[in-house]
């Protein structure tokens, strides 16, 4: 900030101040003097940049993208676009044979994510929230697969997964002919294969945010249930649970994101082929290459795209008139 | 999408690969549509003693071969190559904002119908004037395949290499199996091979496109060349009877075939053939990278996949082809086109093979004295063949064989049964991606 800031009055260089009713009338006025016209680029650039890249990135894409959704373009040139109506939505929804299944996958990785992880992270969040010994070396353990990249996660699982060279079969001699466990070819076992690693990665972020979230519990509510003669498990059940209820809140939406973009996992496991199909893959498989289908490729993009915002939109509606009201 | 490269050449390392593809197909998804049209980056080609080219000879043993064969270039001609590379993946993904951005002058792709489609789509510059120097140098099977669908010449082709059914011979003597030339012979080895505890066929289709080279296999030897052009082309139906017949060919002999393809590599597949644990393997003779130790490289040898239809015998050969291509508006033609034809000679393609045993010259001209006994034998294989294909995802629209035939040929290997519904999708998917073009 320049210097003529500083010669103003404390509180009208904190503008807006709200509330503070002397304040309130000479906001107009001080507020004009104290932008100076270098103050005011360097506002506009702030603002306007990022502005104009999440218009262009964010939204000018996601339009045309639903745009391209009814047309079919192999990306050479923009005279190639033709206008095909519903033709793509038609196609996909009567004869891609990935499609179902993918969309299927979508819903089981959701599934799986809010059965199992996430009860797990609450769990070990609690835990590690009693301040136990080395409970620093627990929590970094438990948190490192969030930190490892997904892709990398990826290669560490098929090593173990692998049907002829991995871990498991090694052990258990499962990788000769006859008695033959394919755990990545196989699509009655590749999609929980793939799952428990990402329920693995899952538990340590699910531990992390609900361990925050538990560091914001007073405790005084501990010590007044106690005093009340609580047992361990109902303060957790009946004063602990009900104050995470904003940590739920993300909990869910996070979760929810997590099953809907699941891409990385399953691309570097086996791209999305037999039993694993996922609709992020389906987009990036008709998107890619040199001759692409990008139109087709956006009707999935925009399948998923309703099925996020129908799932995400009503969700927040419901939580913020909940909070509002509250 | 699509590992669309059964080049295996230079598909040393998959996984690394497959990674950045994922970092790739993320960036893509983040942005909605391309806008990859900023991965140009052409040198500076404004003097006239210069010339770009892009090139996806990112391994090692490629990249060195290449980078002899441009300073050959240069000593003769005064003229240096600005070289390019891009990952081997990473330059298929970005190939259409590519070529329509600013690309280098000229840049490696492949023979066929992926060359073609760009020619079609004035993507590249004919080469006919480059051609009408070089064409001696090379057989009739190779200029077909140099040509766009308009008749011109767009591509100058520098080595391949064919498909075929490799084999230890160690393995053989052991046994006493004779290589067999019919589909009967084929069958009663493969039966008498499982009887001596070996998996008579290796395979892995974990990447998706080994299988279609079996396919590619069977259909041509089964229907011939031209029905195989047609099913490629879209204008045979995958309902047809004929089909239907390739299939019933591939589920009597899948059975032989290694348990749960679709989970493993080619090169996993390959190394139960380096420990002799299967007695065959088709594949392309890339298959030899993974025979690292001496003895047992020595020990490699291969046949032509087996006569199914005495009408066809044995006459088409699978023999992916690389070379390189013109740009659509090539800063330094002149030097281009000269460069272009110094790619043609038998002695630029010798300074390749130099580096490189696993593939062989595309010129009829080029020296094979220096060959080892598979190159020798891959080269006779290719100049003896009425057909060359290409394979399937570069004989066809790659979008098509990507997205329908890759999961479609997966899903037959796991369950056969289901062929007909299988055939049934695929002809409906096609019909939609042909009509779209």
């Known amino acids: 900030m320049t210097a003529e800031t500083t010669t103003n009055s404390p509180e009208a260089a904190a503008v807006p101040p709200p509330g503070a009713a002397s304040a309130a009338k000479r906001t107009p006025q001080g507020h004009r003097r104290l932008l100076t016209r270098r103050d005011r680029i360097t506002l506009g650039l702030m603002a306007g940049v990022p502005t104009i890249l999440h218009v262009a990135l964010v939204w000018v894409t996601a339009l045309a993208s639903i745009a391209l959704a009814f047309t079919t373009w192999d990306g050479i040139g923009f005279d190639s676009i033709k206008w095909v109506g519903l033709q793509n939505f038609r196609d996909l929804f009567t004869s891609n044979p990935q499609f179902w299944p993918a969309v299927q996958h979508n819903v089981i990785w959701f599934v799986v994510l809010i059965l199992i992880p996430t009860p797990l992270g609450l769990f070990l969040a609690v835990q590690l929230d009693k301040k136990i010994r080395f409970s620093r070396v627990y929590q970094t353990a438990l948190f490192l697969p969030v930190v490892v990249s997904l892709a990398v996660t990826g290669f560490v699982w098929q090593l173990i997964y692998n049907p002829d060279t991995g871990l498991i079969n090694s052990l258990i001699g499962a990788n000769k002919p006859g008695h033959y466990i394919d755990w990545i070819g196989d699509p009655h076992l590749n999609l929980w294969a793939i799952l428990v690693a990402a329920c693995w990665r899952h538990t340590g972020y699910m531990m992390i945010l609900y361990l925050a979230g538990l560091k914001g519990v007073d405790p005084s509510l501990r010590e007044a249930s106690s005093l009340d003669g609580a047992n361990e498990w109902q303060t957790f059940k009946n004063v602990i649970f009900p104050t995470l209820r904003p940590t739920n809140t993300v909990v869910l939406v996070v979760t929810i994101i997590e099953a809907l973009r699941a891409f990385d996992l399953v691309f570097v496991f086996n791209k999305g082929a037999q039993g694993t199909e996922l609709l992020s893959i389906l987009v990036t498989n008709n998107i890619i290459g040199e001759s692409s289908r990008i139109g087709y490729g956006s009707a999935i993009a925009v399948v998923l795209l309703v099925i996020s915002l129908a799932v995400i939109i009503p969700y927040l509606i419901a939580t913020f008139r909940k909070e509002r009201r509250a | ?437």
């Open chain 2, 1 to 437: 999408m699509p590992d669309l490269a059964p080049s295996g050449l230079s598909l040393s390392s998959p996984s690394r690969r497959a990674l950045l593809r994922g970092v790739g197909g993320a960036a893509v998804l983040g942005a909605g549509i391309p806008l990859l049209s900023a991965c140009g980056g052409s040198g500076t080609a404004s003097d006239s003693k210069s010339v770009t080219l892009g090139s996806n000879s990112s391994d090692a043993v490629p990249k060195k071969a290449f980078a002899e064969i441009y300073a050959a270039f240069q000593k003769q001609s005064g003229i240096t190559v600005d070289v390019n590379t891009k990952d081997h993946n990473t330059f298929q993904e970005q190939i259409n904002s590519y070529l329509q951005g600013t690309p280098d002058d000229v840049f490696t792709w492949f023979a066929g119908y992926r060359m073609q489609f760009f020619a079609a789509k004035n993507l590249a510059t004919p080469i006919d004037d480059v051609w009408s120097k070089i064409g001696g140098n090379f057989p009739d099977a190779m200029k077909k395949l140099s040509k766009g669908a308009d008749g011109k010449y767009y591509f100058v082709p520098l080595y391949t290499y064919p498909w075929a059914l490799f084999y230890r011979k160690s393995v053989f003597e052991q046994h006493g199996y004779t290589v067999p030339t019919t589909w009967d012979q084929l069958v009663a080895l493969c039966k008498q091979m499982k009887k001596d505890g070996l998996v008579p066929i290796a395979f892995g289709d974990k990447d998706a496109w080994p299988a279609m080279g079996t396919f590619d296999q069977i259909n041509f030897r089964t229907n011939g060349y031209d029905f195989h052009v047609d099913l490629m082309a879209g204008k045979a139906a995958w309902t047809d009877a004929k089909v239907r017949k390739v299939f019933d060919h591939w589920t009597e002999l899948l059975p032989y075939h290694q348990d749960g393809a679709v989970g493993r590599t080619w090169q996993d597949a390959a190394q139960t053939l380096v420990a002799k644990k299967a007695g065959m393997y088709l594949l392309g003779t890339f298959v030899g990278q993974q025979f690292t130790n001496k003895a047992d490289a020595d020990d490699l040898d291969f046949f032509a996949f087996p006569e199914i239809d005495p009408a066809y015998g044995q006459d088409t050969v699978e023999a992916p082809t690389d070379g390189y291509m013109l740009s659509k508006a090539p800063k330094n033609k002149a030097a281009a086109a000269k460069l272009l034809e110094y790619l043609g000679t038998p002695a630029a393609e010798q300074i390749y093979l130099k580096a490189d045993s696993s593939v062989v010259a595309a010129s009829s001209k080029a020296d094979t004295s220096s060959y080892t006994a598979l190159q020798k034998k891959a080269y006779e294989m290719i100049s003896g063949a009425k057909s060359l294909t290409q394979f399937m995802d570069r004989d066809s629209r790659p979008d098509f064989t990507s997205t329908v035939m890759q999961p479609a040929l997966q899903n037959f290997v796991r369950n056969p049964k289901n062929i007909d519904s299988i055939l049934s999708s695929v002809e409906r998917q096609k019909k939609q991606i042909f009509a779209s073009a």
